[in-house]
């Protein structure tokens, strides 16, 4: 079946520096790549998109970039604050399904 | 508001009960997933449903069931409640393709 995996799954890093979390589906109809956060306690909420037609997307501090011919994509955060410490979720999407990577847990130290 | 809702939020119950959890949209998305999550862990899809009347199992819905009768509503049934179904269940729903998933703020089931 389809399945998105996700690495790494903990990534610790200092304030101020990069972050790069990386995913890879299965299923090459996927056309639809979101990125969830989700901080403590919380519930999901998406922090950036990108479509198939698109190969990079930045949204101020984070960016997105997928390559559909090798079926993985990568989030970006610089300058990395301590309010970025979370789990992050990658996903895949055609038509119903909305599969999930298995989760990043970054941590932020000042 | 427009949001997603579920119902109860934290629930104790025991082995072999038969438990409803609600979930409701008011945004009028006509699909809505049903997800279990342990703390901070992986997303696994239960349930899917694209429309009214039309769901679909996802990789975990072997102990569990599913109803889509109105576009805002799709309650998960668990027909008889083991302690490995102690977990945090989230609802979400969204609009169309290629867009973005609203998540409910989860039920918390427990089984005793």
């Known amino acids: 079946g389809e399945n998105v995996e996700q690495h790494p799954s903990t990534l610790s890093v200092q304030e101020g520096d990069s972050a790069v979390i990386k995913c890879t589906y299965s299923?090459?109809?996927?056309?639809?790549f979101p990125w969830y956060k989700q901080e403590l306690g919380k519930r999901p909420q998406l922090i950036i998109d990108i479509r198939s037609n698109v190969g990079e997307k930045k949204d101020q501090r984070i960016a997105v970039t997928l390559n559909k011919t090798a079926k993985h994509f990568s989030l970006h955060i610089t300058e990395t604050q301590p309010e970025d410490s979370a789990v992050y979720f990658c996903a895949a999407s055609k038509t119903y399904k909305y599969i999930f990577g298995t989760g990043t847990r970054l941590k932020v130290l000042a | 508001e427009a949001d997603i809702y579920q119902t109860p939020r934290y629930l104790v119950i025991g082995t072999g009960k038969k438990i409803t959890l609600e979930c409701s949209q008011t945004?009028?998305?006509?699909?809505m997933y049903w997800y279990q999550q342990d703390p901070g862990m992986e997303l696994h899809l239960i349930h899917y449903?694209?429309?009214?009347?039309?769901?679909e199992k996802g990789d975990l819905s072997s102990e569990s069931t599913v109803s889509r009768i109105r576009t805002e509503h799709f309650p998960l049934t668990l027909e008889s409640a083991r302690p490995s179904h102690t977990s945090q269940y989230l609802c979400?729903?969204?609009?169309?393709?290629?867009?973005?998933?609203?998540f409910g703020q989860g039920t918390r089931l427990t089984v005793v």
């Open positions: 945004m009028g998305h006509d699909k």
């Open positions: 449903s694209y429309g009214v009347n039309s769901t």
């Open positions: 979400a729903s969204r609009r169309g393709q290629n867009t973005e998933a609203f």
């Open positions: 299923d090459s109809a996927s056309n639809y």
